[in-house]
């Protein structure tokens, strides 16, 4: 029986200069193969053929310019968009803050199986999700609301915004919120002040996503739409199926472009969000919150030497204003346990 292939093979693979080469080749042609559909497009949209032709025989800007002409049905469609796309934005950032919150700090007795329940829309074929919305608004007299279309697609954007919030949320050292209530913060001050301030970042990465995902969901738009409220993905379908429009490539390159914007906003965040973080050692510093592992140790050394672990006292700043208090910490580093919320 052949063996089986393990990262270890891959590392020996790259010791060597043949192995070195032959990675290299395996990942450009792969990297060419997901980018191809997409240089084909942006290709195509500067040809000057009324049938996109690849490669253009004559570079033109015209299906640009045709994009926002006079009668040119686009930009009501992407503007259209631009507003769904911002409520379920919205929708989404509620919903995810709500429930990354109480997956990541809540004591929920079915942790599990909310997470998968919230996960679901991902797994569920988008076509079922659509028919479903269909056969619950259409009663309602709410097809062809852009309302309604906000709110179809606000079943699939939240699960993204929940999974960048849940890693955000568990990525905030928790001490920072257990020393604002061991003075007397209560919850939605530790919210306020803390950890909505420190999740920032994230919820600005979860915002994009999820708008970038309201903004290209073409099934539910189809499902939900009406003659009078097209959206943009829904457009480019009519004018494939119906017309031949050249301008379509023009649109698909600018789809693309706010693709390539949002990734790189996300880089941006990400990016700002690092050096964040050499920042929050100095907020635990000026809170007079230290390193559990590092106080663990004292302790140890201490009881084996056949002495009581030291009491720890430093004189802190309020974390959430001018107001300072002496905290006490005897034999235990400030965890969770030691510390009683206020609400």
Do not use: C
């Not at 926002?68 to 503007?79: C, E, I, R, T, Y």
């Not at 007397?184 to 970042?201: E, N, Q, V």
């Not at 600005?204 to 309201?214: E, H, L, Q, V």
């Amino acid at each position: 029986m052949p063996r089986a292939v393990h990262s270890t093979d891959l590392l020996d693979l790259r010791k060597t200069v043949a192995g070195r080469i032959a990675l290299t080749a395996v990942a450009t042609v792969i990297l060419l193969f997901l980018a191809l559909p997409i240089v084909v497009i942006l290709v195509t949209s500067f040809s000057s053929n009324a049938f996109a032709a690849f490669p253009p025989e004559v570079w033109t800007l015209n299906w640009y310019k045709a994009l926002f002409a006079d009668g040119s049905k686009w930009p009501a469609a992407l503007s259209l968009s631009a507003l769904i796309a911002a409520l379920s934005t919205v929708f989404s950032l509620i919903i995810g803050v709500t429930a990354a919150t109480a997956l990541t700090r809540g004591e929920l007795p079915l942790r599990s199986a909310v997470y998968a329940l919230v996960l679901g829309p991902l797994l569920i074929p988008q076509i079922v999700t659509a028919l479903g919305l269909f056969l619950l608004f259409e009663p309602a007299a709410m097809l062809g609301s852009p309302l309604a279309i906000a709110l179809g697609h606000t079943v699939l954007a939240p699960p993204i915004a929940v999974l960048i919030l849940i890693a955000t949320l568990r990525g905030i050292d928790e001490r920072l919120e257990d020393a604002a209530a061991s003075i007397g913060a209560g919850r939605m001050t530790i919210a306020r002040r803390i950890t909505f301030p420190l999740a920032a970042l994230g919820m600005i990465a979860a915002a994009i996503f999820s708008f970038i995902t309201s903004f290209d969901e073409f099934y539910i738009s189809q499902f939900l739409s009406s003659v009078g409220t097209i959206t943009l993905p829904v457009q480019v379908y009519n004018s494939l199926t119906f017309d031949i429009d050249p301008s379509v490539t023009a649109v698909s390159a600018i789809l693309i472009a706010v693709a390539v914007l949002a990734l790189a906003l996300v880089a941006l965040v990400r990016w700002l969000g690092s050096g964040r973080q050499n920042s929050l050692l100095s907020v635990e510093n000026t809170a007079g919150i230290t390193n559990p592992a590092e106080e663990t140790y004292d302790h140890q050394r201490s009881r084996s030497r056949g002495h009581s672990p030291p009491a720890t006292t430093e004189r802190a700043r309020h974390p959430l204003g001018d107001r300072s208090r002496t905290v006490n910490w005897v034999g235990a580093p400030p965890g969770r346990a030691a510390v009683r919320r206020r609400s």
